[in-house]
């Protein structure tokens, strides 16, 4: 029992950035039917912008009167930095600031993360509408490729670490809380936090599109673009912001994945991949599809991971993800929840 | 000639000649000069053309004449490999065998991937292929160590049974050869301040993508070729008069999946060491590179293709900041600086950058690639080609 709970836990957080990536995706094919293989290089640009903002705040000055750092005789050369908020703020609040530059970098990425979806459909995607979904294919996965080389230009090839507040650091005794043994189920407290983190998102998304006139709009875009456009709304322009909006959440979602795992340039192909498949999975076209089957094979992939499993089947932790979409699409070939009529053969 | 009709021959004769010549044509200039470096006559990068040429006229014959996108050709290659290094290690050290068995493996296989993924199409095609190449790699990089070499790859050893030659217990590893022909044999010829070198492993590769190339030839020009273009444009229309398109596919894809495995089973012959890394998405990203830089559907893009990715590939590599500082050290000293900062991240390590960037412009503003673009030139500067020349060709715009 504590066992498939604790898999269940563990494939929660996997499953929270499939999801997340797969929902934007899926809004993509949904609002504008392009295919974008560039969606996971959005990811690996929300973790860079965790980077970035780390720097930022750690950007320091050598204050006057400094003198040169020596430590048992070894000469450091340069005097200490001070951050400039430690300076400003104070040492304690500074500190904390830092401390808390994953959370913060939620701020500067959504922007950030607009623009560039924004900046993205209408100087490149705006042209292929028409394309074929081959081509649409192609260029995005050029595009990948152009943006995780840049990221790599500028940062480097090796993985950069981005810890988590000092709060979160650790884990908790999960088991314990929900009336099992101590000890049994013991669980780091980010993955939570993440988890909690892209329920949020997911809900104001899916609040977002239910509640709102601009959603509604999108919605009946989705449906029936044409209708929408002869009655006056100009769909193109929504689009685009939908466009910018998927690329915030997948750029939201890499942000928080960063104290999970520390981001390199090629993280977005590594899960751009999977992504798709839970696109697939889940049936083109459908939003609750993509977060479901995000979810679920998430989970999947965590119980394929235990021991007595690949002590049975080796080796099936690393394809039981594509060994799922196979099936999936050869059984129900409009996937989980796929709707009639988008991407027929 | 050969059941070709005449431009199909005069191409053939064409590719001949290349391939026949390629280490005098790729070595123009002195070894002295300061151009020298980028020379591309050696065995090694010749070796590469004539095989990843093998592969994306393959390719093509998927992608440029049904349509149908695979992300999984890898996989293909991969097998090929595996395969041929079993049968150095078992058999012989003789490449023959290791070749033929490495093309009907990857058939097999390609079979086997086929069925499934072809009841599919479209996006979901791709996602099939993508998701069975990954299985592939994941498996041989872990559960499949006895058979595949798991991470640190699989290459022949001293101690191989090697039924046909007998086993060798002493001296060295023994070298993939052709009738006791070395595939790394090399014969160098100096001509002045020239030094071309002549490769027994390039001309086998080359006298194998010659025989690709005439089949290929062979294939685009016949009946089976035009039921492919046909379930191109429209597949639903040849549904409906009766024709069952899933054999003629499944036929297809088999063959594009064979010379993938010919390919892989070249690359052992020439180097007898395969990597799960060969088969990884990547791999077979740049074969898709490759065709439609040169131009998918057409007969020779696959093979300009090939070339141009993989001779840029070794020659950006090679220049660095002291090099561009050379160019354009007869600028100003301020212009300089600026030029120099600004192609720094195209060369070097950056040749991907360059190569994204480039594989970007040509989906945007030339979708039948670099043949397109040749013709285009040409008709900027008016040789109007009469129209009959240009009906061998197939419409470059993948259909839907």
């Known amino acids: ?345 | 000639m050969l059941g070709l009709n005449k431009k199909d021959a005069g191409l053939l004769f064409f590719v001949a000649i290349l391939l026949v010549f390629a280490p005098f044509l790729l070595n123009p200039f002195p070894e002295s000069s300061s151009l020298a470096q980028f020379n591309a006559g050696y065995p090694d990068l010749m070796q590469r053309f004539a095989i990843f040429g093998i592969f994306a006229i393959g390719f093509n014959i998927l992608f440029g004449l049904t349509g149908y996108l695979s992300f999984g050709h890898a996989a293909f290659l991969g097998a090929g490999s595996y395969a041929s290094v079993w049968m150095l290690k078992l058999l012989t050290i003789n490449v023959i065998p290791a070749i033929i068995i490495s093309t009907l493996v990857a058939g097999v296989f390609a079979l086997l991937i086929g069925i499934v993924s072809l009841r599919r199409s479209g996006i979901y095609f791709s996602i099939l292929t993508l998701a069975f190449a990954q299985m592939a790699f994941a498996l041989a990089a872990s559960v499949l160590t006895p058979i595949t070499g798991g991470e640190t790859g699989l290459q022949t050893a001293l101690n191989d049974p090697r039924i046909l030659d007998g086993a060798n217990e002493t001296g060295n590893i023994p070298s993939p050869s052709l009738f006791g022909l070395e595939t790394g044999a090399t014969w160098q010829m100096p001509v002045g301040d020239w030094l071309f070198t002549f490769n027994a492993g390039y001309y086998m590769c080359a006298v194998m993508m010659l025989i690709a190339f005439y089949v290929s030839l062979r294939i685009f020009s016949s009946p089976f070729g035009l039921l492919l273009k046909a379930i191109k444009t429209n597949q639903n229309r040849l549904n409906y008069t009766g024709v069952s398109t899933r054999p003629y596919m499944l036929a297809c894809f088999v063959i594009s999946g064979m010379y993938a495995g010919l390919a892989g089973g070249l690359m052992v012959s020439m180097d007898p060491l395969a990597g799960a890394e060969r088969m990884q998405w990547t791999a077979s990203g740049e074969v898709v590179l490759m065709v439609i830089l040169g131009g998918a559907g057409t007969l020779i893009g696959p093979v300009l293709g090939a070339g141009f990715i993989k001779y840029f590939e070794n020659i950006f590599s090679k220049i660095n900041k002291s090099v561009l500082e050379g160019w354009f050290s007869f600028m100003p000293e301020g212009l300089q600086d600026i030029f120099v900062t600004i192609l720094y991240p195209f060369v070097g390590k950056g040749w991907h950058l360059t190569l994204g960037v480039l594989f970007m412009l040509v989906v945007i503003f030339l979708p039948g690639g670099l043949v397109e673009g040749g013709k285009r030139i040409g008709k900027l500067f008016g040789r109007r080609k009469s129209k009959d020349t240009e009906t061998g060709e197939t419409n470059p715009a993948p259909a839907e």
Request: glycine share 12%; proline share 4%; net charge negative.
């Open chain 1, 1 to 345: 029992m504590d066992q498939i709970v604790l898999q269940i836990l563990n494939g929660l957080d996997k499953g929270s950035a499939y999801a997340l990536i797969a929902l934007g995706l899926t809004l993509i094919f949904g609002t504008l039917g392009v295919v974008n293989f560039a969606h996971g290089a959005l990811f690996m640009l929300g973790a860079f912008c965790t980077v970035t903002v780390n720097r930022i705040l750690n950007l320091g000055f050598v204050p006057e009167g400094a003198t040169t750092q020596s430590v048992g005789g070894f000469n450091f050369g340069s005097p200490k930095e001070t951050p400039y908020l430690e300076h400003w703020f104070g040492e304690a609040a500074g500190q904390a600031i830092v401390d808390w530059s994953v959370p913060l970098s939620i701020l500067f990425a959504i922007p950030v993360m607009l623009l560039i979806g924004v900046i993205m459909e209408r100087g490149l995607i705006k042209h292929f509408y028409k394309r074929p979904h081959a081509d649409q294919i192609l260029v995005t996965f050029g595009l990948a490729i152009v943006l995780q080389e840049i990221i790599k230009y500028y940062y480097g090839a090796n993985q950069i670490p981005a810890p988590a507040p000092e709060a979160f650091v650790g884990s908790f005794d999960f088991g314990a809380m929900i009336g099992m043994d101590a000890g049994a189920i013991i669980y780091p407290y980010w993955r939570i936090v993440y988890f909690v983190f892209a329920l949020i998102v997911i809900s104001a998304m899916f609040a977002f599109l239910r509640y709102t006139t601009f959603g509604m709009v999108v919605r009946a875009g989705m449906a029936d673009r044409e209708t929408v456009t002869i009655l006056g709304i100009n769909v193109d322009r929504r689009f685009t912001i939908m466009f910018g909006i998927a690329a915030a959440v997948a750029g939201l979602a890499g942000v928080m994945y960063t104290p999970i795992n520390s981001p390199n340039y090629h993280m977005g192909m590594d899960f751009l991949v999977i992504s798709f498949v839970v696109v697939v999975v889940g049936g083109m076209g459908s939003l609750p599809g993509a977060v479901l089957a995000g979810f679920l094979l998430g989970i999947l992939e965590s119980f394929a991971s235990m021991r007595e499993v690949i002590e049975f089947l080796p080796g099936v932790n690393q394809v039981v993800i594509y060994l799922a979409a196979i099936v999936i699409l050869l059984t129900r070939p409009r996937g989980l929840m796929g709707r009639a009529g988008v991407m027929e053969d």
